[in-house]
């Protein structure tokens, strides 16, 4: 199972970007899903995470300028982030708890994580 990140790189505050991540397995099914950042000299902070049926969970510091969504179809999740300020900036992570079904049949239950993309908010 792997995690596939796109959408970041530079932009003024008050713009917006959009991260997009892709999870790609056979016999995969994907539950929650999420984002996360690390900015310079941070620890790594959950920044929004989705559930299969579209319950979310935001960021305090986030809420009302960043929008989680996904496509199950597509086993792909979304972050909207509008009015981007400089503390915004940070390595953007996401990650996905899933359950991958072997050759045997089994269930075999697992959280994998994308590589990370660069978010910079310039002021």
């Known amino acids: 199972v792997q995690l596939q990140a796109s959408g970041g790189g530079l932009v003024q505050a008050g713009g917006s970007l959009r991260l997009s991540c892709a999870a790609s397995?056979?016999?995969?099914?994907?539950?929650?899903m999420g984002w996360y950042r690390q900015g310079p000299g941070n620890e790594r902070e959950a920044v929004a995470t989705?559930?299969?049926?579209?319950?979310?969970n935001v960021r305090d510091s986030v809420k009302g300028r960043f929008t989680i969504s996904r496509d199950n179809a597509k086993n792909t999740v979304y972050l909207q982030m509008s009015s981007l300020k400089p503390e915004d900036t940070a390595v953007y992570y996401c990650?996905?708890?899933?359950?991958?079904?072997?050759?045997?049949?089994?269930?075999?239950?697992?959280?994998?994580w994308g590589k990370g993309t660069q978010v910079t908010v310039s002021s």
């Open positions: 990650n996905a708890d899933y359950i991958h079904f072997n050759d045997r049949g089994e269930p075999v239950v697992g959280r994998v």
């Open positions: 989705v559930s299969r049926g579209g319950a979310t």
């Open positions: 397995g056979s016999r995969l099914t994907v539950n929650e």
